[in-house]
T-cell receptor, first 112, second 113 residues
Framework: GQNIDQPTEMTATEGAIVQINCTYQ??????LFWYQQHAGEAPTFLSY????GLEEKGRFSSFLSRSKGYSYLLLKELQMKDSASYLC?????????????FGKGTRLSVIA | EAGVAQSPRYKIIEKRQSVAFWCNPI?????LYWYQQILGQGPKLLIQ????????DSQLPKDRFSAERLKGVDSTLKIQPAKLEDSAVYLC???????????FGPGTRLTVT
């Protein structure tokens, strides 16, 4: 079966760094995605990893270890607007032919 | 480039009534997905289309849910009859052929009373 686990909630302070972990067990693997979802809005794409290692994009970085079935999203210099849910999702087949399997999301609260 | 369009944005119906949602994907995107997102959970796939053909509908409750994409462009998702547990946000997403990231529409928030 498919299983994607991530913490339900996290709280961090403005200006700090937070790491959101994701572990997955899927029948196949062809990429791991992180999406941001503000309350009442659609998910928006943040990052994509298909090879092991770290991908950096501004204040956001994402790491993948395929052998461990593990990823994390790192948010630096936290801002209040980063308060949102962060969804980890895995694609287990070829592009264009398989959907994403999502975790339940991690609700991040950034406090002053 | 226009994004994925969905309507209506909100819908409130009573149980056992019918409802339909509409989605217009990004122009040229061959793959279209409908997801159901229950409050506090991640999106769950209901159905995937490639052009006007169904690729995956294994998680669609076919006794009450139906979907079509007749001309390979826009799509409708219908629920008939609705149950209380169908209360959720229904998200439409599209993907260009062999693309990487899915683009999501704003969703339709359905409340069944």
């Amino acid at each position: 079966g498919q299983n994607i686990d991530q913490p339900t909630e996290m709280t961090a302070t403005e200006g700090a760094i937070v790491q959101i972990n994701c572990t997955y067990q899927t029948s196949g693997f062809n990429g791991l995605f992180w999406y941001q979802q503000h309350a009442g809005e659609a998910p928006t794409f943040l990052s994509y990893n298909v090879l092991d290692g770290l991908e950096e994009k501004g204040r956001f970085s994402s790491f993948l270890s395929r052998s461990k079935g593990y990823s994390y999203l790192l948010l630096k210099e936290l801002q209040m607007k980063d308060s949102a849910s962060y969804l980890c999702a895995v694609r287990d087949g070829t592009p264009g032919n398989t959907p994403l399997v999502f975790g339940k999301g991690t609700r991040l609260s950034v406090i002053a | 480039e226009a994004g994925v369009a969905q309507s209506p944005r909100y819908k409130i119906i009573e149980k056992r009534q019918s409802v339909a949602f509409w989605c217009n994907p990004i122009s040229g995107h061959a793959t279209l997905y409908w997801y159901q997102q229950i409050l506090g959970q991640g999106p769950k796939l209901l159905i995937q289309f490639q052009n006007n053909g169904v690729v995956d509908d294994s998680q669609l409750p076919k006794d009450r849910f139906s979907a079509e994409r007749l001309k390979g462009v826009d799509s409708t998702l219908k629920i008939q009859p609705a149950k209380l547990e169908d209360s959720a946000v229904y998200l439409c997403a599209s993907l260009r052929w062999r693309g990487r990231k899915q683009y999501f529409g704003p969703g339709t928030r359905l409340t069944v009373t």
